[in-house]
């Protein structure tokens, strides 16, 4: 990747993740700035593609020289961004391999190449798309449909040359009293808008009339709470709940159907896909308010 054209991060999202001990490593070295910690992570964001087949060669037991002397570059690099959960077995895997003992590494390798995946994956999900910074108030179609957290507008964070632990500082204290989030899926204009005008007082509405947007969304927002119509075209809202359970973060978020339809099979249906309540249209404010009030829960950073 050509220098001028290094990648920024949101650091929320990075933090939301768990993948990285930020805090210890801000702490640790307390004159690391943003700009050098997002440096660092280009670097990674770079390098991960090959250091991914090299794992799958080891896994192969067909490696050469250079996959070790890579992932041995790749752990000083991991360690210096806090990715401590995978130092471990890349230090058997290059252990074994100064041994020369490769069914072991191959063993251990490929109990890795997936998670080592899934990390790159997730810390390429926060780097700045450039989009809006302002929540969703609308309903339009195409990318216009959703507006996400650009590089911490949240927290007011703009400087990449102040020092990281104070940015994570900041971040702390604003997340300790920010708005909870809820994201609305619907395809309904004027059920959207009557969400947004009864919950944006307490609430940091997002909303998207398109659900297959719903993916993109989550690699940068992190609701406490979902509202999601029963039938929408394309997919339902059935067929989100999977989509939305396969982020780690949202394994238990609340999540709370909208539909016309509150028969007893519908309502059986959405429990068993872990669903924590139902609200039949049309709905009152008050409803939707006691509704969500019953379920939502502030997410945690860390």
Same mark, same amino acid.
């Given at each position: ?32 700035t943003v700009r050098d910690y997002f440096d660092l992570l280009s670097r990674f964001v770079d390098t991960a593609p090959k250091i991914s087949k090299a794992l799958t060669r080891i896994a192969g037991l067909e490696s050469n020289e250079k996959d070790f002397v890579h ?59 450039? =989009?809006?910074?302002?929540?969703? *108030?609308? @309903?339009?179609?195409?990318?216009? +449909?959703?507006? /996400? ?6 927290y007011g964070v703009t400087a990449g040359g102040q020092p990281l632990h104070e940015i994570v500082q900041q971040v702390d204290s604003a997340e300790a009293t920010r708005k909870m989030r809820i994201l609305a899926v619907d395809d309904s204009p004027s059920t959207l ?85 139902? =609200?039949?249209?049309?709905?009152? *404010?008050? @409803?939707?308010?006691?509704?969500? +009030?019953?379920? /939502? ?6």
């Amino acid at each position: 990747m050509a220098e001028n054209k290094k990648p920024s991060f949101d650091l929320p999202t990075l933090l939301r993740l768990g993948d990285l001990d930020i805090r210890r490593i801000a702490a640790e070295k307390q004159l690391l700035t943003v700009r050098d910690y997002f440096d660092l992570l280009s670097r990674f964001v770079d390098t991960a593609p090959k250091i991914s087949k090299a794992l799958t060669r080891i896994a192969g037991l067909e490696s050469n020289e250079k996959d070790f002397v890579h992932l041995a570059e790749e752990k000083i690099l991991l360690e210096e961004l806090g990715y401590n959960k995978i130092i471990p077995v890349i230090d058997s895997i290059l252990g074994a391999g100064e041994k020369g003992d490769m069914e072991f590494a191959a063993d251990c390798a490929k109990q890795s190449v997936n998670d080592f995946n899934k990390i790159y994956t997730r810390t390429e999900s926060a780097v700045r798309t450039g =989009v809006s910074e302002h929540p969703a *108030s609308t @309903t339009d179609s195409g990318d216009a +449909a959703f507006n /996400i957290m650009a590089y911490s507008p949240d927290y007011g964070v703009t400087a990449g040359g102040q020092p990281l632990h104070e940015i994570v500082q900041q971040v702390d204290s604003a997340e300790a009293t920010r708005k909870m989030r809820i994201l609305a899926v619907d395809d309904s204009p004027s059920t959207l808008k009557t969400i947004i005008s009864s919950l944006k007082d307490q609430y940091k509405v997002f909303t998207l009339s398109n659900p297959t947007q719903v993916k993109r969304f989550l690699q940068q927002v992190t609701p406490e709470l979902f509202l999601l119509d029963y039938k929408m075209p394309e997919l339902n809202g059935f067929e989100l709940v999977p989509i939305i359970r396969s982020f780690e973060e949202h394994k238990d978020t609340p999540i709370i159907f909208l539909t016309s339809l509150g028969t007893k099979g519908n309502i059986s249906v959405a429990a068993m896909l872990g669903a924590v309540d139902f =609200v039949v249209k049309p709905f009152d *404010s008050d @409803t939707l308010h006691e509704k969500i +009030a019953k379920h /939502i829960v502030r997410k945690k950073l860390f």
